[in-house]
């Protein structure tokens, strides 16, 4: 695996190039519930990296190879396609239009993704079925309407469908749709029915077949179990009846314009129902993978559903008329255009409203696998069986709102230093089940909380933090502020005294982050004691006012006791900091974190 700081031009799958870099071993989880970085790379059959810095001028093409290539050619299309998107439409839709139709989510800024996650709709935008089906529905009404026959046009649409799965990056979800489509199709070609469970299952087949290790990521779980239960849960309970006589009566006296609006309500009711059943199957699995519950992808769902269907139609309609000219291409992107912007600003709208996502700790593997046996069996059975299964499902589901059993009470104080990076953060559990924090920051950025805190505290079936201290104004120790409120509730925050009077951008941020929470701060100074249970906590610097000089010179330093045992936390302590806070008396102690990173 290459990865390059810069931006590689004119590159495609199939080239030859030499490189100059550092080489090296994936590197495992270096804290508890940390995403598997080496494991998930062995998945995809990558054994080592290596990185250039700085630039892309450590990479040097020798032989151009894509054009002999399917991969390469399909690569190539993509960057094509990119680029017509960036010079037709403004900076963002032209990230969400290279996701939305080729998979391209490296367009797309972080920011602009973490909101489809947060809202429970990233699937509008990674490759999933529901861009195949779309697709398939559009091409199979064009041929019709052209008047190409059925099997004719049967085996064209299994052309497009595979060609587009492969243009995608032949993800889980794709290959699932294309299969099931294909199958649909081959019953057309060879006039036989195609049941649902046989697509179904030979859809499993050639997922594992292509990668073992595809079932086991949250896309293609997810893909799978929304499937399994549209087709035999919604297509059962939502399928329409038979109108008795008397209703038909009645509709035949309604007018024109009724009868247009009831069947109108009748489909969003239906979209809504749609949207909930699956949402509500899918939430324990996103909640395990994720940790996150979104409301508001029950919502989203519907409207999201069509307005990224008509800009995925209108996309590929213009990436046809780009080859004719720009000219050609404007009606198109201007629909696409209006379509991603309504997408943005639904889910931009909702993601501020409160409870519209939340997140918490997963559940437990035992309680998902109950969950979802009981899924099945309500989906699968009929008459008191179901309702009896039903009954059950709500019991388990009432069970796993419970306090997780994966985290026993221990009668002793646990301290967890994690590792982030240049930076700090150190995670306190006392006995009484309170929860502290010393610092939360690190040079690389905020982005170790997403990667690394978060998983940490959710994996000890942590939900809340009890008090978080901040050593000092330097960034590396308080830059992921933010985005630890954005997850976890806070009681409280102690600050140095000189921390809210640093005229920096950071700590505006921060502070600004605790007032949007309500979160109280109260400053700390040598000689205040802070308590929780058996634990006492000392403040030995610093003291109300100085020392002079930098900021590191006046980090807060803290000596927890438990029983004989003691703790020292320094921060970044130096200078004139350190030897005044070496006149105090200190005890000794059995652990210290060494002062500003052991310099």
């Known amino acids: ?52 810095k700085r630039s892309a001028d450590g990479v040097t093409r020798l032989e151009e190879g894509w054009r002999g290539s399917l991969f390469g050619r399909l690569a190539a299309a993509r960057g094509w396609g990119t680029r017509a998107f960036q010079e037709a439409l403004p900076h963002d839709e032209a990230g969400l239009a290279a996701a939305l139709l080729l998979g391209e989510t490296t367009a797309l800024d972080r920011d602009e993704w973490q909101s489809y996650v947060r809202t ?43 060609g587009y799965a492969l243009l995608t990056g032949a993800r889980p979800s794709a ?10 199709c081959g019953g057309i070609v060879l006039r036989r029915p195609a049941l649902p469970a046989n697509a179904f299952a030979l859809a499993w087949l050639i997922v594992i077949l292509l990668n073992p290790a595809d079932p086991f990521t949250p896309g293609c779980q997810l893909s799978f179990l929304s499937v399994f239960s549209l087709i035999w849960g919604v297509g059962r309970w939502l399928a329409p009846k038979e109108p008795t006589p008397l209703e038909k009566l009645i509709d035949a006296t309604r ?175 006392t006995p009484d ?16 909380v997403r990667r690394v805190v978060a998983p940490y505290l959710w994996s000890r079936g942590i939900a809340r933090i009890d008090e978080l201290f901040l050593s000092h104004a330097d960034l590396d120790h308080f830059n992921g502020v933010p985005e630890l409120l954005a997850r976890f509730p806070v009681g409280q925050v102690p600050l140095t005294p000189t921390f809210a009077e640093r005229d920096t951008p950071g700590v505006a941020a921060a502070l600004a982050a605790l007032d949007r929470k309500g979160i109280g701060r109260r400053v700390a100074i040598a000689g205040d004691r802070f308590s929780a249970g058996e634990v ?51 005890p000794p102690v059995d652990v210290m974190l060494a002062p500003h990173h052991g310099a």
């Open 120 to 162: 429970g709709t990233v699937h509008v935008l990674a490759i999933s079925g529901q861009h195949l089906v779309v697709l398939a529905a559009f091409a199979w009404l064009l041929l019709r309407a052209g008047g190409v026959r059925r099997r004719r046009g049967a085996w064209i649409v299994m052309l497009v469908m595979i």
């Open 175 to 184: 290959v699932r749709a294309a299969v099931m489509v294909c199958t649909l």
């Open 536 to 586: 006492s906590i000392d403040v030995l610097h610093p003291p109300e006012a100085g020392p002079a000089g930098a900021e590191n010179a006046r980090s807060l330093v803290l000596l927890l006791h438990h029983g004989e045992r003691r703790i020292l936390l320094t921060g970044d302590l130096e200078g004139a900091g350190q030897d005044e806070a070496m006149k105090r008396p200190i």
């Open 255 to 429: 007018s024109p314009a009724e009868r247009i609006l009831r069947s109108v309500a009748r489909f969003v009711g239906f979209a809504f129902a749609v949207s909930f059943v699956i949402g509500i199957a899918n939430a324990p699995l996103i909640l395990a993978w994720q940790n996150l519950v979104s409301p508001a992808g029950l919502v989203l769902g519907p409207p999201l559903l069509l307005l990224t269907s008509i800009a995925l139609i209108a996309g590929f309609m213009m990436l046809f008329a780009s080859a004719i000219g720009a000219w050609a291409a404007l009606p198109f992107a201007f629909v696409v255009n209006q379509s991603l912007a309504a997408c943005a600003s639904l889910v931009h709208a909702t993601e501020r409203v409160p409870g519209m996502w939340v997140h918490a700790p997963g559940p437990a593997t035992w309680w998902l696998v109950g969950f979802h046996l009981l899924l099945a069996a309500v989906i699968l059975l009929n008459g008191r069986a179901r309702q009896k299964c039903g009954l059950g499902l709500l019991l388990w589901a009432l069970l796993g709102m419970l306090p997780s059993f994966d985290r026993p009470a221990e009668p002793e104080l646990r301290v967890a230093f994690l590792a982030v990076g240049h930076g700090g953060c150190v995670v306190i559990e």
């Open 1 to 52: 695996r290459l990865v390059v700081e810069g931006r590689l031009e004119d590159l495609h799958h199939g080239d030859l190039i030499e490189t100059s870099g550092r080489l090296s071993l994936p590197q495992g989880p270096s804290n508890p519930g940390e995403r598997d970085h080496r494991a998930a790379l062995l998945d995809r059959r990558i054994t080592a990296e290596i990185r250039t």
């Open 433 to 448: 089940s309170r929860v502290l924090m010393y610092d939360a920051g690190a040079s690389n950025g905020p982005d170790h």
